[in-house]
């Protein structure tokens, strides 16, 4: 999509759409009011005649307006409040779905939505994040003859107001990362393999300002990372841990700021198998691999002036010969020892091995892991919050603004040292389950216990990452929305 701000009248506007607003009491906007005088009021007589009635995320679309430029206008209702950042993302959200697949371009005289609370720059990049949501289909493994109706989409927006061209270069760079990782969560586990990541991440080195290194599973078992190796030794596809820098900064030695995502490609559980019903859905445990290469392409784009690296760790967690067994003791990277009493506990074996590494190497100056990590935190947080979990209140601080900015939420829970005896066991330093209760926090606690002086927060995103049934079941793309503002803040 492209984007152009411009001076012109909602009159004169040469676009296939012109989009102005009415409140719910009838009212036009002074866009629409000048469109209906234009018009011999058109516009007026459709909400006189209940066409429309003006209420929240309402839309009409009228074609062949006369007296203005734009071959058709649509209509779409404000409410009868002043805009909050969350109705005004139904409005977005309306508009672009009204819009997205007109063909050429569509321009919006919708600035007049800005107020105290809801700037105009903030609804520009919002709008560009809306239509990338409303333009996304997957194609990779459809028959194109399925997609002929995706192909139809608008190819250009036009911003009637205020210069917020950085704001809708933004939100379509943010766009593009979300729906990049939406293709990858999407994608099967016969294709997006720990392999085919790997492929991806040495794509992002084309750009000079990333260096990507991928360490193979051999050289994982050889330094010692014998959880990570594990969960990796049970599948035929060899597992990676990839590494992404990304050299913002003035000074090459300022610390990083790591993004570590969570890459099973496929969760079958192991030999602590699944149930069957839904297990395709466990191709959907790389989201938190796929939102770290989603942030790194908008980080590559909108080139923010920090030293930045995405980690991936990425292997299959299958039931196989080689597979580990629960009773197994493996010695982790940092060389403490871990009981595998569930096998289905894979996540957060290759996560520690993937925190120790990228500690001890690059001295970050922050951790943030991302992981669709346990059925506990999306039965606690559903499909609305990501679960947030830190002991450090700075980066709280900043990935609850940041999400709060993104509309890509998160919930705090809790970390505290009080859970940690729910992992104590005879046999080794650690078990990689903590029982029942409290499952989403067990977890954390498991991760913390890799991350002691290092400001570190953990992100699970296993309720948030995906969504919808039947036909509208697929990747999400959060939390690269989150992140890369996140990101773009340090
Ligand atoms: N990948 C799953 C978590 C998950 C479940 C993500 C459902 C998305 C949807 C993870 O590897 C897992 O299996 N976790 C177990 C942990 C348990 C064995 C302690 C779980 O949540 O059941
Ligand atoms: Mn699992
Ligand atoms: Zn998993």
Same mark, same amino acid.
Request: aromatic fraction near 6%.
């Given at each position: 999509?492209?984007?152009?701000?411009?001076?012109?009248?909602?009159?004169?506007?040469?676009?296939?759409?012109?989009?102005?607003?009415?409140?719910?009491?009838?009212?036009?906007?002074?866009?629409?009011?000048?469109?209906?005088?234009?018009?011999?009021?058109?516009?007026?007589?459709?909400?006189?005649?209940?066409?429309?009635?003006?209420?929240?995320?309402?839309?009409?679309?009228?074609?062949?307006?006369?007296?203005?430029?734009?071959?058709?206008?649509?209509?779409?209702?404000?409410?009868?409040?002043?805009?909050?950042?969350?109705?005004?993302?139904?409005?977005?959200?309306?508009?672009?779905?009204?819009?997205?697949?007109?063909?050429?371009?569509?321009?919006?005289?919708?600035?007049?939505?800005?107020?105290?609370?809801?700037? *105009?720059?903030?609804?520009?990049?919002?709008?560009?994040? $809306?239509?990338?949501?409303?333009?996304?289909?997957?194609? $990779?493994?459809?028959?194109?003859?399925?997609?002929?109706?995706?192909?139809?989409?608008?190819?250009?927006?036009?911003?009637?107001?205020?210069?917020?061209?950085?704001?809708?270069?933004?939100?379509?760079?943010?766009?593009?990362?979300?729906?990049?990782?939406?293709?990858?969560g999407?994608?099967?586990g016969?294709?997006?393999?720990?392999?085919?990541? +790997?492929?991806?991440?040495?794509?992002?080195?084309?750009?000079?300002?990333? *260096?990507?290194?991928?360490?193979?599973?051999?050289?994982?078992?050889?330094?010692?990372?014998?959880?990570?190796?594990?969960v990796?030794?049970?599948?035929?596809?060899?597992?990676?841990?990839?590494?992404?820098?990304?050299?913002?900064?003035?000074?090459?030695?300022?610390?990083?700021?790591?993004?570590?995502g969570k890459g099973i490609t496929f969760d079958t559980g192991g030999i602590s198998l699944k149930p069957g019903a839904k297990m395709d859905e466990m191709k959907y445990d790389m989201c938190g691999a796929a939102s770290?290469?989603?942030?790194?392409?908008?980080?590559? $784009?909108?080139?923010?002036?920090?030293?930045?690296?995405?980690?991936?760790t990425?292997a299959e967690n299958m039931p196989?010969?080689? +597979?580990s067994?629960p009773?197994?003791?493996?010695?982790?990277?940092?060389?403490?020892?871990i009981?595998i009493l569930n096998t289905d506990a894979e996540g957060r074996l290759v996560l520690c091995?993937?925190?120790?590494?990228?500690?001890?190497?690059?001295?970050?100056?922050?951790?943030?892991d991302i992981a669709t990590l346990t059925g506990a935190c999306m039965a606690a947080l559903g499909a609305v919050n990501s679960g947030l979990f830190?002991?450090?209140?700075?980066?709280?601080?900043?990935?609850?603004?940041? $999400?709060?900015?993104?509309?890509?939420k998160v919930w705090r829970l809790p970390l *505290?040292?009080?859970y940690?005896?729910l992992l104590?066991?005879?046999?080794?330093?650690m078990a990689n389950i903590g029982g029942p209760l409290a499952g989403a926090t067990t977890a954390a606690c498991f991760l913390a216990?890799?991350?002691?002086?290092?400001?570190?927060?953990h992100l699970d995103i296993a309720g948030t990452a995906w969504g919808g049934a039947?036909?509208?079941k697929g990747a999400s793309?959060r939390p690269?929305?989150?992140?890369?503002?996140?990101?773009?803040?340090?």
């Amino acid at each position: 999509m492209q984007y152009q701000v411009s001076q012109n009248s909602a009159t004169d506007v040469q676009a296939s759409c012109i989009v102005v607003t009415l409140d719910q009491t009838g009212k036009l906007s002074e866009a629409a009011e000048a469109i209906n005088n234009a018009a011999n009021g058109f516009l007026q007589a459709r909400v006189d005649a209940g066409d429309i009635s003006g209420k929240l995320a309402e839309t009409l679309l009228l074609p062949g307006v006369s007296g203005i430029s734009a071959e058709r206008v649509l209509l779409v209702g404000t409410g009868d409040k002043p805009q909050t950042t969350e109705t005004a993302l139904k409005v977005l959200n309306a508009i672009a779905a009204a819009s997205a697949k007109l063909s050429g371009s569509v321009a919006l005289s919708i600035h007049n939505l800005a107020n105290e609370e809801v700037s *105009e720059s903030w609804l520009a990049e919002q709008t560009a994040m $809306a239509y990338g949501r409303s333009q996304y289909s997957f194609t $990779a493994t459809k028959p194109q003859a399925d997609n002929d109706q995706a192909a139809k989409k608008a190819e250009q927006i036009i911003w009637l107001g205020t210069d917020v061209s950085s704001q809708l270069e933004k939100g379509e760079a943010i766009a593009q990362g979300v729906n990049y990782a939406r293709d990858l969560g999407n994608l099967p586990g016969n294709i997006c393999t720990p392999s085919y990541l +790997a492929e991806e991440a040495e794509k992002l080195a084309d750009n000079p300002a990333v *260096e990507t290194t991928i360490i193979d599973e051999d050289q994982m078992e050889a330094m010692g990372a014998g959880a990570f190796v594990s969960v990796a030794k049970g599948s035929i596809e060899p597992g990676k841990l990839i590494i992404m820098k990304y050299s913002g900064a003035d000074n090459a030695d300022d610390a990083p700021h790591i993004i570590l995502g969570k890459g099973i490609t496929f969760d079958t559980g192991g030999i602590s198998l699944k149930p069957g019903a839904k297990m395709d859905e466990m191709k959907y445990d790389m989201c938190g691999a796929a939102s770290v290469l989603g942030t790194m392409q908008a980080l590559v $784009a909108l080139k923010p002036k920090v030293n930045i690296i995405g980690m991936i760790t990425s292997a299959e967690n299958m039931p196989s010969g080689h +597979a580990s067994k629960p009773g197994d003791v493996v010695t982790s990277l940092s060389g403490k020892t871990i009981e595998i009493l569930n096998t289905d506990a894979e996540g957060r074996l290759v996560l520690c091995d993937a925190l120790t590494y990228g500690i001890d190497n690059f001295k970050p100056a922050s951790v943030v892991d991302i992981a669709t990590l346990t059925g506990a935190c999306m039965a606690a947080l559903g499909a609305v919050n990501s679960g947030l979990f830190t002991k450090d209140e700075a980066l709280a601080d900043e990935l609850q603004l940041a $999400a709060r900015y993104s509309r890509d939420k998160v919930w705090r829970l809790p970390l *505290e040292d009080d859970y940690q005896e729910l992992l104590d066991t005879n046999f080794a330093d650690m078990a990689n389950i903590g029982g029942p209760l409290a499952g989403a926090t067990t977890a954390a606690c498991f991760l913390a216990r890799f991350t002691e002086g290092t400001p570190w927060a953990h992100l699970d995103i296993a309720g948030t990452a995906w969504g919808g049934a039947g036909k509208t079941k697929g990747a999400s793309g959060r939390p690269v929305a989150l992140l890369v503002n996140y990101l773009l803040n340090k």
